[in-house]
């Protein structure tokens, strides 16, 4: 029946049938059409009759269209071991190619034990004698004193001897982090080289990106200081016109986080406050987010988190709401700086905090990374593009550069097999 089915198919019913099928498929059934046709051609028998020389095969009752799904089969030849799994593609075998968020990162076509990463920290990380251990390595000292030329004051002093009170200022915090994450570099280059030259990605948490940014080669340290700079006392500034901060969220699977922060935003206009804001502002690892908003509202979250089924609540050593609306005003004199000093195309790619995918060109970085301000910073997902592996593939070495270890436990927890590669500068 399907041999006459065939014959009196026209290429115009074939055309219409290569929308359900592939285009491997396609071929074989436009093979088996012009077979048949060139049979009937040929063939005394009557019109609109085959005759088929009988033998003694049995065949399943099949459709058309499991006939064609089962006319060609390709079976990909299974990797050897762990060493050869990076041959076979740049993304996770057995995925959708669309929805593997690995298609996002640079995957160069050599083993990924060979290769680094490099990431770097936000605030929040900060501590009195940070930078301390790395004064001994070349060009550290003279980046501290650089810095503190066009700040006007004594950075490595704040970093080293505090207090801390000075030193959790949002403006001394992030140029502080800035400059030590740097300084880390240093001592990477003295003694592993080799980590830097194999570097196929960066990415920064926050003031990071921007970290990550001048390692890069996209802004000299002078201009990135500037700019770091006027971000942090723009930023001061807008945490001094409306009380607020963060506070990082455990939670379950029942939990109503973003239940909480509506109804949070709520109570604030209830109480008549005029600029009001409550979310998630930086995405971390499975059921741990950090939210951020006015005083007002994260006071209401932690009081009702029975209510909300939160299972604990840690406030953050910062000073404002980051990456929420409330530092909106930061915005404008940040782009106006970022639009004034001169920036390179990185060496490297940089992964961007507002969804994780690396920067395509400067004219990306002048758009996106102001409203890094007041965007979430989404860093879970940054991970999964940067570390999503097939199972059995080995990862590239990851080094956090800068104070804490923050970056490294957020990797754990995202990533285990990826976190065993980690290590701290």
Same mark, same amino acid.
């Given at each position: ?22 285009? !491997? ?22 019109? /609109?009759?085959? &005759? ?47 929805? !593997?968020? =690995? ?12 290769? !680094? ?44 001897? @505090? ?38 990605? &960066?990415?920064?948490?926050?003031? /990071? ?32 016109? &409306?009380?607020? /901060? ?6 379950? =699977?029942?939990?109503?986080? @973003? ?92 992964? !961007? ?38 199972? @059995? ?8 550069? @800068? ?23």
């Amino acid at each position: 029946f399907f041999i006459k089915f065939l014959g009196m198919f026209t290429i115009r019913h074939i055309q219409r049938f290569q929308k359900c099928i592939s285009n !491997s498929q396609f071929s074989v059934l436009r093979g088996i059409q012009s077979t048949v046709q060139s049979h009937i051609r040929h063939s005394k028998d009557p019109p /609109g009759v085959i &005759t088929v020389e009988k033998k003694d095969v049995e065949y399943e009752d099949e459709k058309p269209r499991d006939l064609l799904n089962n006319a060609v089969s390709f079976k990909a030849e299974s990797p050897i071991g762990p060493d050869d799994v990076w041959t076979q593609g740049p993304y996770p075998h057995n995925s959708n190619y669309r929805q !593997s968020q =690995a298609k996002h990162s640079h995957r160069p076509a050599v083993a990924p034990e060979s290769t !680094s990463i490099v990431l770097f920290p936000g605030q929040g990380n900060q501590f009195v004698g940070m930078g301390k251990d790395l004064l001994e390595y070349p060009n550290v000292q003279e980046m501290f004193e650089a810095a503190s030329a066009i700040l006007g004051y004594n950075l490595l002093k704040v970093c080293l001897e @505090g207090p801390k009170s000075e030193l959790d200022r949002t403006q001394v915090q992030q140029l502080a982090i800035f400059v030590t994450s740097l300084a880390a570099v240093e001592k990477l280059r003295e003694e592993h080289p080799e980590v830097l030259e194999s570097c196929v990605a &960066t990415a920064g948490f926050s003031i /990071g990106e921007i970290t990550a940014l001048t390692f890069a080669g996209a802004f000299d340290f002078e201009d990135a200081i500037r700019l770091v700079k006027v971000r942090a006392e723009a930023m001061q500034l807008a945490t001094e016109l &409306t009380p607020s /901060g963060m506070m990082t969220v455990f939670y379950g =699977a029942d939990s109503r986080l @973003g239940f909480a922060c509506s109804v949070a935003k709520e109570f604030c206009q209830a109480q008549g406050l005029s600029d009001v804001d409550c979310r998630v502002a930086n995405y971390l690892y499975p059921h741990c987010k950090v939210i951020a908003g006015n005083e007002e509202a994260l006071e209401f979250i932690a009081k009702n988190k029975e209510e909300f089924r939160l299972r604990r609540l840690k406030r953050l050593p910062v000073s404002g709401a980051f990456h929420t609306d409330l530092m909106r005003s930061a915005v404008d004199v940040f782009k106006m700086m970022l639009n004034k000093i001169h920036m390179s195309h990185p060496v490297i790619p940089v992964h !961007s905090n507002i969804d994780g995918k690396p920067y395509k060109n400067i004219k990306q970085i002048r758009r996106q990374l102001p409203k890094q301000i007041y965007s979430p910073v989404k860093w879970e997902q940054t991970m999964h593009i940067l570390f999503e592996r097939s199972q @059995g593939t080995s990862f590239p070495k990851t080094y956090e550069c @800068g104070p804490g270890r923050s970056l490294k436990t957020i990797l754990k927890m995202v990533n285990s097999k990826a976190f065993e590669q980690c290590h701290n500068v």
